[in-house]
């Protein structure tokens, strides 16, 4: 492999395609080879005296970096135009467009797939350290030959497209124009001037050869040179002048080139904070006709909440799944449970205490990533029994303590929910999580206690179920209390309803027991309990 790192000291690179003009705003990124193996002759010619006469070595050398097609490695870079009014004829001026390239501090790499002879690589070297400028003389760049076997500098690919490449998402392809292998060129030239030869010597009178000849939209192949070296010497307007719209010598070849190889404006280099990770999202549910009686009644909390979680889920599983969101999904990538409560829960929420689900609180201790905000805020609408257009929309997104500062009845309504307070009282049924026994660690009171150390909560001081009548009062016997679909059933058909106190203040949201995550065995604040 011969590799050349050309870098830009003065941040920018100007040239036009092949075949465009300047005003169209094309940069010819990154540059041709047809552009490069010209640059090297041109340098010969100016720094070491080729017009006296050009060494074999050099046409040798030519002809091995043209037998193969390069590939590159390009730094980031935006591309910009600057307008100029060059003067005319007559006093009148004509606006010129000069598009460039802003690789910056950046450096490119072209790589060809040949291995040169020591000389070979000596003459290139010295080429190469004396190319002053590409494309357009304010393009300046400095150039160095790598050794065999150094890596070029890191960047992004961009490579000859192969016969049946597929589309590649984010990758674009661009025309660069290739050099023909010296072969191949001379092998074209017999071909071409054999044909020629054939038709000339055919029976058409001269008045038809000559209208032939006039007509022609292609030089004839007299005019192609003798050499592959002779194509690359060509100027321009010469081979303008013959007619032809491809240099002899040249072909079009497509490269693979990423979409934000060369982008518009370089991106604004703006430092903020990263933004924590909110703990709570907070729906609020609503009719069309405005009837808040009309909404799911409360006893329907945890098959509203099973709802809710499948239809967010299924939200983020329509993304890219990644590592991020698991937090809703409740388990890991390979599968297995999150462990210690820190994945999503989602409590239906009656507020205003009328009987009827209000709002959905979605809360995770250990924060929702940017695709689990995205699943959750995307939720639009929600099915509940009876009712076909039950709507979801976002109230709040932050921290626990931001709603608790929230003022009015709702706000009165969360900081019920959320704290903090000494003592606590059911507001949906508690399901004990094991069987109950009589005595040791699985009695009611000891189930309760080893839920709060499982959420990092102080022990209670007292612990006490419902008398009857509060039972009865609570409607807490008309609660749904099995999940419908995933997860284990109850291990007892047993429930109550719990008062729990504390030495200090506690926070909430406090959630104990068998589907705690989705709004069961939910407490909230004594003073706006029943018994206020």
């Known amino acids: 492999m011969t590799t050349v790192v050309l870098g830009f000291p003065g941040g920018l690179y100007h040239a036009t395609p092949w075949g465009n003009h300047v005003n169209e705003g094309l940069v010819e990124w990154p540059p041709s080879p047809w552009r490069l193996l010209r640059a090297l002759i041109s340098v010969g010619h100016t720094a070491f005296h080729w017009d006296d006469g050009v060494p074999s070595a050099a046409r040798v050398l030519v002809d091995a970096l043209a037998s193969g097609s390069p590939h590159y490695t390009l730094p980031p870079a935006g591309t910009a135009h600057a307008r100029h009014y060059m003067p005319i004829d007559g006093g009148k001026t004509s606006l010129?467009?000069?598009?460039?390239?802003?690789?910056?501090?950046?450096?490119?790499?072209?790589?060809?797939?040949?291995?040169?002879?020591?000389?070979?690589?000596?003459?290139?070297?010295a080429l190469v350290s004396h190319l002053n400028y590409l494309g357009r003389s304010e393009s300046w760049v400095e150039g160095r030959l790598l050794d065999e076997g150094e890596a070029p500098p890191r960047g992004e690919e961009c490579t000859l497209s192969q016969p049946g490449d597929p589309p590649r998402h984010g990758w674009e392809q661009i025309f660069l124009l290739g050099v023909e292998p010296a072969h191949t060129y001379e092998a074209w030239r017999a071909e071409r001037a054999g044909k020629s030869a054939a038709v000339s010597a055919s029976n058409e009178t001269g008045k038809r050869r000559r209208r032939r000849a006039s007509a022609a939209a292609t030089p004839r192949v007299g005019d192609a040179p003798e050499t592959l070296w002779d194509c690359l010497v060509q100027t321009t307007s010469d081979l303008q002048?013959?007619?032809?719209?491809?240099?002899?010598g040249s072909r079009r070849q497509l490269y693979w080139r990423r979409k934000d190889a060369l982008v518009v404006a370089p991106p604004m280099a703006i430092r903020r904070p990263s933004p924590a990770r909110p703990e709570v999202i907070l729906l609020s549910l609503a009719l069309s006709?405005?009837?808040?009686?009309?909404?799911?009644?409360?006893?329907?909390?945890?098959?509203?909440?099973?709802?809710?979680?499948?239809?967010?889920v299924r939200s983020l599983a329509r993304g890219e799944m990644t590592d991020a969101g698991l937090e809703l999904v409740g388990r890991d990538p390979g599968g297995a449970l999150l462990s210690g409560h820190q994945h999503a829960h989602t409590l239906p929420l009656d507020l205003d205490e009328d009987g009827h689900l209000d709002h959905i609180l979605f809360w995770?201790?250990?924060?929702?990533?940017?695709?689990?905000?995205?699943?959750?805020?995307?939720?639009?609408?929600?099915?509940?029994?009876?009712?076909?257009?039950?709507?979801?929309?976002?109230?709040?997104?932050?921290?626990?303590?931001?709603?608790?500062?929230?003022?009015?009845?709702?706000?009165d309504g969360l900081r019920a929910v959320l704290g903090p307070a000494k003592s606590w009282?059911?507001?949906?049924?508690?399901?004990?999580?094991?069987?109950?026994?009589?005595?040791?660690?699985?009695?009611?009171e000891g189930q309760v206690q080893a839920e709060l150390r499982s959420r990092g909560l102080p022990e209670a001081t007292s612990i006490q179920s419902f008398t009857r009548d509060e039972v009865l009062a609570a409607r807490f016997r008309h609660f749904e209390r099995e999940r419908r679909r995933g997860g284990d059933k109850s291990k007892t058909g047993y429930w109550f309803g719990l008062k729990v106190s504390f030495d200090e203040p506690v926070c909430g949201p406090l959630c104990l027991g068998y589907a705690s995550h989705y709004g069961m065995g939910r407490l909230r604040t004594i003073r706006d309990s029943l018994e206020s």
């Open 96 to 125: 010129v467009f000069d598009a460039f390239a802003r690789p910056g501090g950046g450096e490119l790499s072209v790589t060809w797939p040949v291995r040169l002879e020591p000389d070979q690589r000596t003459l290139l070297e």
């Open 289 to 312: 006709s405005g009837n808040l009686q009309a909404l799911p009644p409360v006893t329907r909390t945890l098959p509203q909440a099973e709802l809710l979680h499948r239809a967010v």
């Open 364 to 411: 995770a201790p250990g924060g929702f990533s940017p695709e689990a905000r995205a699943a959750v805020r995307g939720l639009r609408t929600t099915y509940a029994k009876g009712v076909t257009d039950l709507r979801l929309a976002v109230a709040a997104v932050g921290s626990l303590s931001s709603l608790v500062d929230l003022p009015g009845r709702w706000g």
């Open 241 to 248: 002048a013959a007619g032809w719209s491809l240099p002899p």
């Open 425 to 444: 009282i059911s507001a949906t049924p508690f399901l004990p999580p094991r069987f109950l026994k009589r005595s040791g660690r699985n009695t009611l």
